[in-house]
């Protein structure tokens, strides 16, 4: 339940509805600091609306800025309908939706708005899966792609240290082989750790000076 781990929660997401007015929604979005609110009515969610929507409908309008603030409402400049995920939605899901939008619209089973999914938010993600939060040494090596080689891999490092953090990333320069990015603590003996790992085809190809934690 990925993202409902993830999401705000409907209560804690700032909305407008379509029938409200540009100068409303502007007054909204001062307030808030977005860039971009959920636009929502009665359970149902219409799409997002900001401010570069609101300064390209003024752009192409013939009207006084003041009257067209005023009379023009917030359905008409409402975009990304579709930027939406189930509740039991799963992590292919969400990247392949959200590469070009601030936020999915999270549905519950009966395609009820039921809170939103951040972009920021899995960045945040990100940083947890590969440790940053704590300080240490981060190395990046090139793993064969062979059955029991991650088993492997973690009976040797957990000798020197904890892992702080594991990212397993394609090696698109080498065929058959996964590159894999880790940090242990600060006192583990690198050089040990490389000799070690060569044993059983693990070539560490990067490492980073101690980082703090953020």
């Not at 100068?23 to 009665?42: F, M, N, S, T």
């Not at 023009?72 to 292919?92: D, R, Y």
């Not at 894999?180 to 990067?206: N, Q």
């Amino acid at each position: 339940m990925i993202v409902q781990q993830l999401k705000l929660e409907e209560h804690k997401v700032i909305t407008i509805e379509p029938t409200a007015s540009l100068k409303e929604l502007l007054e909204v979005l001062e307030r808030c600091g977005y860039q971009h609110i959920p636009v929502v009515a009665d359970g149902v969610f219409y799409g997002m609306a900001g401010y570069s929507e609101v300064y390209k409908a003024f752009f192409d309008s013939a009207l006084d800025k003041q009257a067209f603030l005023a009379g023009t409402k917030v359905e008409s400049v409402t975009i990304n309908k579709n930027a939406t995920i189930s509740e039991e939605g799963n992590m292919e899901e969400i990247f392949k939706k959200i590469d070009y939008v601030p936020f999915l619209a999270v549905l519950d089973g009966e395609s009820h708005f039921n809170g939103i999914l951040l972009k920021s938010t899995l960045f945040d993600m990100l940083r947890d899966a590969l440790g940053m939060h704590k300080p240490g040494i981060r190395l990046t090596v090139s793993m064969p792609e062979m059955k029991g080689v991650l088993g492997k891999f973690s009976e040797v490092v957990k000798d020197y240290s904890n892992i702080f953090g594991m990212l397993v990333l394609d090696d698109n320069t080498n065929f058959g082989y996964r590159r894999v990015s880790f940090k242990v603590a600060p006192e583990t003996d690198i050089e040990a750790l490389t000799e070690d790992l060569k044993h059983i085809g693990v070539r560490v190809f990067h490492v980073t000076p101690v980082v703090q934690s953020i």
